[in-house]
T-cell receptor, first 114, second 113 residues
Framework: AQKITQTQPGMFVQEKEAVTLDCTYD???????LFWYKQPSSGEMIFLIY??????QNATEGRYSLNFQKARKSANLVISASQLGDSAMYFC???????????FGTGTRLQVFP | IAGITQAPTSQILAAGRRMTLRCTQD?????MYWYRQDLGLGLRLIHY???????GKGEVPDGYSVSRANTDDFPLTLASAVPSQTSVYFC????????????FGPGTRLTVL
């Protein structure tokens, strides 16, 4: 069965520093997609970044980048130059390309302090 | 502004009552989804629909039903609510493209007493 694991319940980072949020996944399918979402205290789920299993390069979107290590089955999110507004829950998710379903991890709460 | 709307924003419901959570999207996405979010468990898929007229069961479908009469609407019904269905419910939609993310509605906070 497919599974997403986020082992860090909470993380702290100082403003302007970089932080890495861990995500490992388990699947036997050769084709899959990996997503990161941000959920601020207001509750909405905001899409951040996508990485496909066949992508040769790590995905980047502004200050967000995805450290994709296929052999280790990890897809860590790197946030550079953290801002106070980055404080939120972050969820890693995997998409089954056959069924189109998203499977979510339990999330990591990031707190950015001045 | 294009997106997904959900109603109600929040609801307190007596156990045993029937409740329908509404979800409407104006992005013409074929695929729609319902998730519940519980503390420590992340988001879990309840039901999904790949296109109008079709639905499928997700990870936690028991006690819930859905319908997809048209592209835009995807209501979720609790036929007889129980306290364990207290949760935050998110509706989402996506395009038929492998790289397309799912876009989420603002959520409905449901409390069953």
């Amino acid at each position: 069965a497919q599974k997403i694991t986020q082992t860090q319940p909470g993380m702290f980072v100082q403003e302007k520093e970089a932080v890495t949020l861990d995500c490992t996944y388990d699947t036997s399918d050769p084709s899959y997609g990996l997503f990161w979402y941000k959920q601020p205290s207001s509750g909405e789920m905001i899409f951040l970044i996508y990485q496909g299993s066949y992508d040769q390069q790590n995905a980047t979107e502004g200050r967000y980048s995805l450290n994709f290590q296929k052999a280790r089955k990890s897809a860590n999110l790197v946030i550079s130059a953290s801002q106070l507004g980055d404080s939120a829950m972050y969820f890693c998710a995997m998409r089954d390309m056959d069924t189109d379903k998203l499977i979510f991890g339990t999330g990591t709460r990031l707190q950015v302090f001045p | 502004i294009a997106g997904i709307t959900q109603a109600p924003t929040s609801q307190i419901l007596a156990a045993g009552r029937r409740m329908t959570l509404r979800c409407t999207q104006d992005m013409r996405h074929n695929a729609m989804y319902w998730y519940r979010q519980d503390l420590g468990l992340g988001l879990r898929l309840i039901h999904y629909s790949n296109t109008a007229g079709t639905t499928g069961k997700g990870e936690v479908p028991d006690g819930y039903s859905v319908s997809r009469a048209n592209t835009d609407d995807f209501p979720l019904t609790l036929a007889s609510a129980v306290p364990s269905q207290t949760s935050v419910y998110f509706c989402a939609s996506s395009e038929d493209i492998e790289t397309s993310p799912q876009y989420f509605g603002p959520g409905t906070r449901l409390t069953v007493l």
